[in-house]
């Protein structure tokens, strides 16, 4: 790992940590995305990460800093997607269904994305 350009460094940290989001190993993600930061200081995918992270963690205003962050240096679907969904959890719907929207239009056949916009057609909440 060590021999490649920082940016595959980063690619491949933020790889692992995915993997280890995926499997609900969250210390184990949030040092693989910490290391990607190393690596990369401006990885907009390692930031969506940490924000994914400490979603998962409970710490809302943490994630929506990460996802904001991330979404500054680069925008990307996973930290619109971390937005809306804190939006949703604190009975924003209008505001998580921007969110989803602006991570449709980055990533239109988004799984996740999609099944967020059918969570919030069943309360009544269309896209922009």
């Known amino acids: 790992m060590a021999t490649l350009p920082?940016?595959?460094q980063a690619t491949q940290y933020v790889?692992?940590?995915s993997d280890y989001l995926a499997q609900g190993l969250i210390p184990e993600a949030e040092r693989e995305f910490q290391s990607a930061?190393?690596?990369s200081p401006t990885s907009a995918q390692a930031r969506a990460g940490l924000a994914e992270v400490r979603?998962?963690?409970g710490d809302a205003?943490?994630?929506r800093q990460e996802a904001q962050a991330s979404i500054r240096l680069k925008p990307n679907a996973p930290a619109y997607l971390?937005?809306?969904r804190l939006e949703l959890n604190g009975n924003q719907a209008a505001a998580s269904a921007a969110d989803v929207a602006?991570?449709?239009k980055i990533d239109p056949t988004n799984t996740a994305a999609l099944g967020m916009k059918q969570a919030l057609a069943a309360r009544?909440?269309?896209l922009p």
């Open 6 to 8: 920082p940016a595959e």
């Open 15 to 17: 790889q692992m940590g």
């Open 37 to 39: 930061l190393s690596a």
């Open 55 to 57: 979603e998962q963690s």
């Open 61 to 63: 205003a943490a994630a």
């Open 82 to 84: 971390v937005l809306a």
């Open 102 to 104: 602006q991570a449709l």
């Open 124 to 126: 009544g909440q269309t």
